[in-house]
């Protein structure tokens, strides 16, 4: 699926595989990336997986959000990332309103899919589980995506926690239930108490993907910049800085795959009540 210049065989990280993990309880990894220099050192660090975030709104273009990411912008880096990429599963996100209907979802998680990407992330339930299923059903795996959904911020009010109330989190669990059976293959909480991430977690059988969501998720996942400390403003609680301790960029990609792994990061005060 992926590109190798340099030519010879890859072996590239399944969906099997990554459910695999999750009965195994090993932590899995996931990056953020935009282009292939930087898909290269994360493949070499042994990420299992990779996405293609429209997070690049805000870190690459300079957006104060991620609305204005298109599809063409998604495609071209997913295209850009694929080519140097081995090993690592390569997520794409679904921009905003490119989900809006099955017909729209269908036609750019194709064109995600033709770029290089093995898998479509997608913010949201309520009637994105009829897109999940349409996608799915079309041979298209399906990455979903609760908690703090950045398209969602005109709504929200800013980027804040979700799920504190028990009525707020008895819907997320509920949610968390619905992409599963729709057919998502995992799931990413962004932003969630540690304890309501841990019990979605239990619930599941798919593997959970974490960012602000504690140490009970399956695996963990930063933007990269905010893990290399290239981020301005204040940093929130859920991000380390890995160059800092690193020593490289190299050093920092490795530093993240052995703490995650190891179970050090993400620690007690990168985690909400």
């Known amino acids: 699926m992926y590109a190798n210049p340099a030519g010879g065989e890859t072996s590239p990280v399944t969906l099997p595989q990554l459910m695999q993990a999750r009965r195994d309880g090993r932590r899995l990894t996931m990056l953020t990336c935009y282009d292939a220099g930087f898909a290269r050192a994360i493949d070499a660090a042994g990420v299992d997986t990779v996405l293609v975030g429209d997070s690049l709104g805000m870190v690459v273009q300079g957006h104060g959000s991620t609305l204005p990411v298109t599809v063409a912008d998604i495609e071209y880096h997913v295209s850009c990332v694929a080519r140097g990429l081995q090993h690592a599963l390569l997520l794409a996100d679904m921009p905003f309103q490119s989900d809006a209907t099955q017909a729209a979802a269908l036609d750019a998680a194709t064109r995600f899919l033709r770029a290089g990407a093995a898998m479509v992330k997608i913010e949201g339930a309520g009637f994105k589980l009829d897109v999940i299923r349409a996608l799915v059903e079309r041979e298209i795996p399906v990455c979903a995506h609760l908690g703090l959904t950045p398209q969602s911020v005109l709504r929200l009010g800013g980027y804040r926690v ?61 933007v990269l910049h905010d893990m290399l400390g290239l981020r301005h403003g204040r940093r929130p609680r859920f991000v380390k800085d890995f160059l800092a301790d690193g020593g490289s960029i190299q050093g920092a990609i490795e530093a993240f795959v052995r703490e995650v792994r190891d179970g050090t990061f993400p620690a007690a005060e990168h985690g909400y009540a």
């Open 162 to 222: 979700q799920g504190r109330d028990e009525e707020a989190a008895a819907r997320m669990l509920d949610d968390a239930r619905a992409v599963e059976a729709a057919g998502a293959s995992m799931l990413v909480l962004e932003c969630v108490p540690s304890p309501l991430a841990a019990r979605i977690t239990h619930a599941l059988t798919i593997p959970t993907i974490g960012i602000g969501a504690g140490p009970g998720c399956d695996g963990q996942v930063l």
